[in-house]
């Protein structure tokens, strides 16, 4: 059977299963954990799965999913992805009242995607012969938060790994992948469908400033304040912004999650989780140097000893042209040729993604729906347009696979054979670790 007729085919199963699909996002969007944390989500999409009739393996990671479907003949592995986890936005409509946790990014649409795209493909390996497997993933913790919590679940030895990919990575569970599909939530004003760009990489920074307690008001002199530490800090690292270049999308933020204990407390511990974003290693080398100089300087200003903790974060994504320009014929055929937008190989979102770093390794697309109202990760972002949030995009999606896998022209091994990754699995995780850093700072 020729390719198109298996779309054919997978767009009717996914149509048919559109309600189910819907609902299954809803209820995981009703229903937020944060990354790590995804403990009932994974118990919940294990069930949909279970309903599909597919064995799996669960607990990777702690609570992500994956399973295959052999399509019957030798060929590729492609991997569809969805992510488990949710940001904490305060405020939001859908937060857990307890945890803050919510669904402000869209992740919940992804995984109705994922289990769309997977009962297609299972129905069609059913009845014909794919050249090739479906390897299906739920994977936690795509969000880098709770970066304290994360670090202990690292020296606990739980996890090596602050994401979700990257443990993926590290446990071996893309080692039989070849590439990689998945796609995101976007605000409706981005376009139906839209592809191409790449991100910022970035490294992650855990600090902490260790003073001295004492009285606020009658002997704050015997105390030192790493409060105040971390404030010169803070000032001095807005100084270093006229040095960096415009072309390099760097970014740097954080927030305080400890500022002390008591007002009437000298503070004695401050705690710091933050980000140094950009779009080349490069860039993001030279600006963590700028961010360890300036914390150190407040440390030194103050005299407070410092914990500069820097953890491994994520690489720019780099979308495949072959599988892109693929991904657009299958949207322009959903949607229209005029709704699915091709964005600028070098447009930058200026956010981050671990599908960044899978796609240093292999052949990856990570497009875009266009279905949300309000801001990416703020408290007003509601996906409005669950058909083309999560049944467009499983059909799109399952469209490509299907032509990658089944066309006469063979791309997917075509591209496999021109893909020129710049890292092994081994090569990167070697580099991974050299990232994670740690140190402490005393003040002569």
């Given amino acids: 059977m020729d390719s198109n007729s298996l779309k054919s085919k997978c767009w009717k199963i996914i149509d048919s299963r559109a309600d189910w699909l819907v609902n299954i996002s ?44 052999d399509g019957g003949l030798p060929g590729p592995t492609i991997a569809i992805i969805g992510e488990l986890d949710s940001l904490r936005v305060a405020g939001h409509s859908h937060a857990n009242p307890e945890t803050d946790a919510a669904h402000a990014c869209g992740h919940h649409c992804q995984i109705g995607m994922m289990l769309g ?4 493909f299972q129905e069609i390996a059913k009845n014909s012969k794919i050249p090739g497997k479906l390897a299906f993933m739920a994977l936690p913790a795509e969000e880098f938060i709770d970066v304290e919590y994360r670090y202990g679940l690292h020296k606990e030895g739980q996890i090596e790994f602050m994401s979700g990919k990257q443990e993926f990575l590290n446990m071996g569970a893309f080692d039989d992948v070849d590439m990689a599909v998945m796609a995101h939530t976007s605000k409706i004003e981005e376009g139906k469908f839209s592809i191409g760009g790449t991100s910022n990489g970035h490294v992650v920074k855990y600090v902490r400033f260790i003073g001295k307690a004492s ?36 970014r740097l933020h954080g927030i305080m999650t400890k500022g002390g204990v008591s007002v009437s407390s000298i503070p004695a511990e401050v705690k710091y989780e933050g980000r140094v974003r950009g779009g080349t290693t490069e860039a993001i080398a030279d600006a963590n140097l700028k961010m360890d100089r300036c914390l150190r300087a407040g440390a030194l200003a103050i005299g407070c000893e410092l914990e500069i903790i ?42 981050s993604t671990d599908m960044g770093d899978l796609s240093q390794i292999m052949p990856v697309i990570h497009p875009y729906t266009g279905v949300a109202t309000g801001t990416g990760h703020g408290d007003d972002y509601l996906v409005q347009d669950y058909t083309q949030g999560v049944v467009n995009p499983a059909k799109a999606l399952v469209g490509t696979i299907v032509d990658l896998l089944c066309r006469e022209d063979n791309p997917a091994n075509k591209i496999l054979s021109e893909f020129l990754p710049d890292y092994s699995i081994k090569s990167y995780l070697k580099l991974q670790r050299s990232r994670l850093t740690e140190e402490i700072y005393k003040p002569k």
């Fill in 26 to 69: 809803k209820h995981i969007l009703l229903n937020p954990e944060p990354g790590f944390h995804e403990f009932e989500t994974s118990k919940f999409v294990s069930q949909k799965l279970q309903e599909l009739g597919l064995p799996h393996q669960k607990g990777i990671a702690l609570t992500g999913i994956k399973g295959i479907i």
């Fill in 310 to 351: 820097t953890l491994p974060g994520y690489m720019p994504i780099k979308n495949n042209p072959q599988m892109s320009g693929i991904f657009i014929g299958n949207a322009a055929s959903l949607v229209g040729d005029n709704h699915v937008i091709q964005k600028s190989p070098t447009h930058n979102s200026g956010g």
């Fill in 117 to 120: 795209v997977v009962a297609a």
């Fill in 215 to 250: 009285h606020a008001g009658g002997s704050p002199h015997e105390g030192i304040n790493a409060l105040q530490a971390s404030i010169v800090s803070l000032n001095a690292l807005n100084t270093q912004r006229e040095t960096l270049k415009n072309e390099d999308t760097i």
